[in-house]
C-alpha cells in the first residue's frame, strides 16, 4: 500500500480529532453544560472526581467505558455514573479518533443533565477552557496561568497532562516565545513519549526557525500517526517554504483527500477547508461560499474572520474590512487575523496598512509559515 492510500485509510479513524483540535463537535455544550461548577455541592461531589481520575489513570479508558456501561445497563445510570461515562467516551474519542464516542458522548451528558446528577470540582478540563476563552479576549498571560491552574490541579492521566501542555505550548507560540513553546512541547513528551500533538508543537518551532529538515521529519511522523488536514496542511506548507514544490503538492492533494472523507462521515469542515483553499488561492468562489456557510452556522471570532479572509480574495475589500474589524471585536491577539486586516486595509489604499502589518509581527514574529515573508516585505 502507498503511503497516500495508508494515510487516507488511517484518516477514517482520525475524524473526531478534528473536531477536539478546532474547539467544535458534539462534546462541547454538553459537557459544560454538565460541568458548570456548584460550590454548594462541590465537595460532596468530590468522590465522583475520585472515580473520575481512579477510572482513566489505569491507561486503560476502554475497559473503563465498558464497566461505566454495565453500570448503566443494570439500571444505575444515576446522574454521576452518566457524567463519567460521557467524560470517558470523550477521553475514548481522543485516543481513537472514532466520530461515534462523540454521540455516545453528547448522549450520556444529556441524560445526566436531566437526571441533575454529577458536578464536578473544578480540574484540569475547566482550567483549560478558561485558558483558552482568556486567549480570545486577548488576554496570553492570563491563558497561560489556567494553563498551569490546570496542570496544578492534576497530574494523574498522562494524557490530560500532555494535551494541557500543549495548549501552554500553543499559547507561548502564538504570542512568538518560541523557546518557551518548545519547553511545553518537550515537557508534555516526557509526560507522554511520542504524543503526536507534542511532535506537531515541536515541529511548528522547527519550522519558525528555519530549521526545515527536521520540521518535515517530525511532520511527516505526525501525519503517519493522525493524518488530519491541520498537520498536512502545514506539512506542505512547510515543504513549500523549503521549495520542496512536487512534495508539497501532493501533501495538499491529500488534505482534499481526507476534507473528502470527513464530509462523507457528516463531519461539517467548511470552515478550515475555506481558509485552506483562500490561502492557497484554489477556487475562491467556492471557498467564500463555503466560509459563508460556516458563518451562518457558527456566527464566531473564527468564522467571521474566514469570511472577511474569502470577500478579501474575491477583491470585495470594504465588505472584508467590516468583517475584519468584527472578527477583532474582543481583543483577540491572533496574529493571522491582525495580518489579514492589514491585507484588507492595503486592498482599499488605507494609510493604516503598515500599521496592521507591524501589529501582526510585534504579536509574533513567527505567525505563519506562509504569510510571514509577505508581512515583512510589506514593512521594507
Known amino acids: 500500500m502507498t503511503r497516500r492510500r495508508a494515510l ?15 474547539g467544535g463537535g458534539l462534546a462541547g455544550t454538553g459537557a459544560e453544560h454538565a460541568l458548570r461548577i456548584d460550590v454548594g455541592t462541590a465537595a460532596a461531589k468530590q468522590d465522583s472526581l475520585e472515580q473520575l481520575i481512579a477510572g482513566f489513570s489505569t491507561g486503560d479508558t476502554a475497559s473503563y467505558v465498558r464497566a461505566l ?17 460521557g467524560l470517558a467516551y470523550q477521553q475514548r474519542a481522543r485516543e481513537t479518533g472514532d466520530p461515534a464516542f462523540y454521540r455516545l458522548s453528547a448522549r450520556a451528558l444529556a441524560r445526566a443533565s436531566a437526571a441533575h446528577g454529577a458536578v464536578l470540582a473544578p480540574g484540569i478540563a475547566s482550567y483549560t477552557r478558561v485558558a483558552n476563552a482568556r486567549e480570545l479576549i486577548g488576554k496570553p498571560a492570563a491563558a497561560i496561568e489556567a494553563d498551569r491552574l490546570a496542570l496544578a490541579a492534576d497530574s494523574t492521566v498522562p494524557e490530560h497532562v500532555a494535551w494541557t501542555m500543549v495548549q501552554l505550548g500553543n499559547v507561548e507560540f502564538n504570542t512568538g516565545h518560541l523557546a518557551r513553546a518548545a519547553g511545553a512541547y518537550q515537557r508534555a513528551l516526557r509526560r507522554l513519549p511520542g504524543y503526536v500533538h507534542a511532535e506537531a508543537g515541536l515541529a511548528r518551532v522547527d519550522a519558525a526557525q528555519g530549521r526545515y529538515t527536521p520540521a518535515i521529519r517530525r511532520l511527516r511522523h505526525v501525519v503517519d500517526r493522525l493524518p488530519i488536514p491541520a498537520y498536512a496542511i502545514l506539512l506542505g506548507d512547510v515543504l513549500h517554504a523549503s521549495g520542496r514544490e512536487a512534495e508539497a503538492r501532493h501533501e495538499y492533494a491529500l488534505v482534499g483527500a481526507i476534507e473528502r472523507l470527513f464530509a462523507a462521515n457528516g463531519v461539517r469542515t467548511e470552515l478550515q477547508t475555506a481558509v485552506f483553499d483562500l490561502d492557497h488561492n484554489r477556487d475562491v468562489p467556492d471557498a467564500l461560499a463555503r466560509a459563508r456557510r460556516a458563518y451562518a452556522l457558527a456566527p464566531g471570532i473564527y468564522a467571521e474572520d474566514a469570511l472577511a479572509w474569502g470577500l478579501f480574495r474575491a477583491g470585495r475589500c470594504a465588505q472584508a474590512r467590516a468583517h475584519s474589524a468584527h472578527a477583532l471585536r ?11 486586516r492589514a491585507m484588507i486595509e492595503r486592498c482599499l489604499g488605507s ?8 501589529h501582526a509581527l510585534a504579536i509574533n514574529p513567527h505567525f505563519s509559515i506562509l504569510w510571514l515573508p509577505v508581512a515583512r516585505k510589506a514593512l521594507l
Open 8 to 22: 487516507f485509510a488511517a484518516a477514517a479513524a482520525t475524524l473526531a480529532v478534528f473536531l477536539l483540535l478546532f
Open 69 to 85: 456501561e454495565r453500570r448503566v445497563a443494570r439500571g444505575q445510570g444515576d446522574g454521576d455514573t452518566l457524567t463519567l461515562l
Open 330 to 340: 474582543l481583543g483577540t491577539r491572533d496574529a493571522l487575523f491582525v495580518f489579514h
Open 351 to 358: 494609510p493604516t496598512a503598515t500599521g496592521w502589518f507591524g
